[in-house]
C-alpha cells in the first residue's frame, strides 16, 4: 500500500472503497492523509452473513477481527454510503461517522446491453393478455438464500383456484438443473437473460417474487431484487419481514 501512495501523490486525493472488501477499506485508511476524503460504500453486513453457517467458536474469532479493523476504519471515514437504512444503523456498533448517506438502488437499462432478438419477444407474445397472470423471479438460481418450493406452492393455489398463470423464473446458478425438473407448464426455467429481454418480461409480468429466505443479512436490509421488481412497477411478494415489509407497504407495492 506504500507504493499506492506514492503512486497517487496529488494534493487532495479522494478514495472509495467498497465493504465487505476489507482489505481494499484498510488500505485506505493506512494512506488516508489530512487532505483526503475517504469513503465507503456497504454493501453487505460482513462478518454478521456467517454467523447463522459457520462453528459459533469460530465466528466469535473472526468477529473479533473484524471488529478491531473496523474500528480503525471509521475512525479514518468522512462519509459512509449505503442502499440501506439498516446497514448505516448496523454500522454505529464500530463508530459514529458523522456523515451518512442513504442511497436506494436504481435500475438502469444500458444501451449497451443485448437488444431482445424477434423470436425471443414472439414466444412471449401469447402470454401477453388481459386473461394472462404472470409472475416473475430474477436472481440467482441457489436454494441457499432462495426457497422455490414457495414458487411451486403459489402456482398450484393460482391453479386450485382456476386462474390462468405462468411464473417465469430468469437466472442461473448452482441448483439450477434441480429446479428445472420441478418446473412445469405453469412454471418456466428460462436461464440466464439479457437486460433488456428481462425488461420485457417485467412488462408483461404483474408481480416480481422474491422467496428469500428469512435470515437476518435479508431482514435488516433491501436487497437489490426488491428495487429492481419496483423500477419494473410490479407488486412484489416475499415473507420478508423487517425493512423489505416496510419498504413494501409504504410504497403499495405489495
Known amino acids: 500500500f506504500y507504493k499506492l501512495d506514492k503512486y497517487l501523490n496529488f494534493k487532495k486525493r479522494t478514495f472509495i472503497f467498497s465493504y465487505p472488501i476489507l482489505e481494499s477499506c484498510i488500505v485506505g485508511a493506512l494512506i488516508k492523509r489530512d487532505t483526503d476524503k475517504f469513503i465507503v460504500d456497504i454493501r453487505d453486513l460482513w462478518p454478521d452473513v456467517f454467523k447463522d453457517r459457520i462453528n459459533i467458536y469460530f465466528f466469535r474469532i473472526i468477529n473479533i477481527f473484524y471488529k478491531i479493523f473496523l474500528k480503525f476504519i471509521f475512525k479514518k471515514l468522512d462519509l459512509l454510503v449505503s ?7 448496523w454500522s454505529k456498533r464500530y463508530g459514529l461517522v458523522k456523515n451518512q448517506y442513504f442511497l436506494p438502488i436504481g435500475y438502469h437499462i444500458s444501451k449497451y446491453e443485448d ?140
Do not use: W
Not at 442502499?83 to 444503523?89: A, F, I, N, Q, V
Not at 414472439?122 to 430474477?138: G, P, S
Not at 404483474?206 to 437476518?216: C, D, F, Q, V
Open 115 to 254: 437488444k431482445i432478438n424477434h423470436d425471443f419477444k414472439k414466444k412471449f407474445e401469447k402470454y401477453n393478455n388481459a386473461k394472462q397472470f404472470n409472475i416473475l423471479f430474477i436472481g440467482t438460481i441457489t436454494n441457499k438464500y432462495f426457497d422455490f418450493n414457495e414458487i411451486f406452492l403459489v402456482s398450484k393455489s393460482l391453479e386450485r383456484n382456476n386462474i390462468n398463470h405462468k411464473i417465469f423464473i430468469a437466472g442461473f446458478g448452482e441448483d439450477y438443473e434441480n429446479i428445472k425438473l420441478l418446473s412445469n407448464n405453469r412454471v418456466e426455467m428460462l436461464g440466464q437473460l439479457n437486460g433488456n429481454e428481462l425488461e420485457h418480461l417485467m412488462s408483461i409480468s404483474s408481480i416480481g417474487i422474491a422467496p428469500y429466505k428469512r435470515i437476518p443479512n435479508f431482514e435488516n436490509n433491501i436487497p437489490n431484487k426488491i428495487y429492481e421488481y419496483a423500477y419494473g412497477n410490479l407488486y412484489i411478494l416475499t415473507s420478508l419481514k423487517g425493512e423489505v415489509k416496510e419498504f413494501v407497504e409504504d410504497n403499495k407495492f405489495g
Open 83 to 89: 442502499t440501506s437504512k439498516g446497514y448505516l444503523e
